[in-house]
RNA sequence: GUGGCCAUAGUGUAGCGGUUAGCACUAGAACCUGUGGAGUUCUUAGCGGGAGUUCGAAUCUCCUUGGCCACCCCA
């Protein structure tokens, strides 16, 4: 025999049937909000130019220089697995004249990006992302509303205790300011920051304020504020975006300290992530989290963690200056990403399960007629939208009553030789055992009607 | 990219230089060729891959692949 075992490339995980109905819950969730706001779904290509993302995300981000997929074609083109969904989108409103379109532009996309970097739990080289982008408005109240349906989609997912972090890091106008005034600080400084961090003074330093180390931290908890050096324009819009979501009631954190790696951002940046999941949570008895109304899952072996840590579950902002650094005029425009396989595992930490279809009925047959005929009236039920299972390459009966039983049937309808030729079928309540013998022609109207009256 | 931990049937695991590589769950089958959730019995299936050390390797070494964790960065 032959050994040939394959393992998945690292970072690209599949993602199994018992997982896509997660997937397809947060797709599901999100459609569905998004269409009420008048967002409409757009796909571009995995692999744009590479230039489309050194041009537009920034040459020295992380992202571009270090994490970026990228292949020369036979036509000499250097193409990119693309890394994030915002440069491709605008090169789409550029390319397809959306300017002329009613404005704002309002998209949503859903779909794999690649970055090539370590993966750990939450992250991964080949991950899907959600997001939107709203083109072509440069009022305040479009970041605002984001940031509203950003939240909405992950209440409607079932989170709680959502932790909006939210700054403005100004633009091309204020922000060559405020990062002298942060560098003056650090000047005398700079011996008791990390060694990273001293060598983001010379890339970019504004992501010290961003560092990790319990030192620098401490350094920076006395930097000077981003917001506290806007010009007068920037200055207006955040706090305007600040007075809406105080107005629609969503509740955020000013995070002084939240500065994002792509070069596009400008003004409003912001990130969402959940308050820790505590070991009392993830113990849980049964009843308090069907009282939160999510279906319990067998408890994992695995000890609970004190904390799981996912990083953030979405994150966005405003990027004015991205479609000029692409080629085009002015569109002012913001949007965010969720990261869908965070969310996942954050709902699996959570025990929030999404709902898997339930079988209904289950269709037995004993013999060749009646095999031909259950083929038949699996095309009936199917057009009255009840889900029927089935086990058509087995004969047992005992085998297929056990599967009906597996699958959480509420009825088994039993069509074997006899019923076949007499233009009878079986049905059978599994719950009780009860069996009743009714005409063949009369079985939807039957089931339907014992369906409609559990439901009651 | 840097550092650390890990890898045994589909899943979860035992095995600590010599074992027919054990157990649980799952799956398939039989008892019962037309009546499920139970039981008993049986079956399928494993040392991630490759080199080396050794009389002998799941076990030791190296390489490689994958996973996890911290950093970095981000969704």
Request: glycine share 8%.
């Amino acid at each position: 025999m032959e050994k040939n075992k394959f393992q998945n490339p690292s970072g690209m995980h599949d993602i199994l049937p018992q997982d896509e109905f997660y997937y397809q819950k947060i797709y599901n969730t999100g459609q569905k909000i998004l269409d009420f706001y008048g967002f409409e779904k757009i796909d571009t290509p995995i692999l744009e130019m590479a230039d489309l993302f050194s041009r537009g995300v920034g040459e020295a981000t992380e992202v571009v220089e270090k994490q970026m997929y990228t292949l020369r074609t036979k036509g000499k083109d250097l193409l990119a697995l693309r890394p994030e969904g915002t440069a491709p989108i605008m090169r789409a409103y550029l390319q397809h004249g959306m300017h002329t379109w009613l404005q704002p532009v309002k998209l949503w996309y859903f779909g794999p990006f690649f970055r090539h970097e370590r993966p750990q739990a939450g992250r991964y080289r080949q991950f899907n992302q959600f997001g939107v982008e709203f083109l072509g408005e440069k009022s305040p109240i479009a970041d605002a509303q984001i940031i509203l349906i950003l939240t909405a989609i992950l209440e409607d997912l079932g989170f709680k205790n959502l932790v909006v972090k939210i700054n403005s890091i100004g633009d091309s106008n204020c922000r060559p300011v405020y990062k002298k005034i942060l560098l003056s600080f650090l000047k005398n400084k700079k011996s008791e920051l990390c060694s990273d961090c001293q060598e983001r003074i010379k890339t970019n330093p504004l992501r010290i304020l961003d560092c990790k180390n319990a030192k620098c931290r401490q350094i920076l908890a006395e930097a000077p504020q981003t917001i506290n050096y806007l010009c007068p324009e920037c200055h207006q819009h955040f706090k305007e975006v600040l007075e809406i979501l105080d107005e629609i009631k969503v509740s955020y954190t000013l995070d002084s300290h939240l500065v994002r790696g792509f070069d596009y951002y400008t003004n409003t940046v912001f990130e969402v992530e959940l308050a820790p999941v505590k070991k009392e949570v993830a113990e849980k008895k049964e009843e308090e989290i069907i009282a939160e109304g999510a279906v319990p899952v067998e408890a994992p072996k695995v000890e609970e963690k004190e904390e799981l840590q996912l990083g953030s579950l979405a994150g966005g902002g405003r990027y004015d200056k991205l479609a000029k650094s692409l080629g085009g005029g002015d569109i002012p425009a913001c949007g965010w990403g969720i990261g869908v396989e965070r969310v996942v595992e954050a709902m699996k930490a959570r025990k929030m399960k999404p709902n898997e279809p339930v079988v209904q009925v289950f269709l037995a047959q004993i013999g060749i007629l009646a095999k031909r005929k259950t083929l038949r009236l699996l095309e009936d039920f199917r057009k009255e939208r009840i889900r029927v299972a089935e086990s058509l390459g087995r004969d047992s009966l005992k085998n297929q009553l056990a599967r009906a039983d597996r699958l959480g049937a509420k009825y088994t309808l039993i069509l074997g030789q006899k019923e076949a030729l007499d233009g009878e079928i079986i049905i059978r309540n599994m719950e009780n055992g009860q069996q009743t013998t009714v005409d063949q022609k009369d079985i939807i109207k039957e089931v339907k009607k014992r369906l409609q009256q559990e439901n009651k």
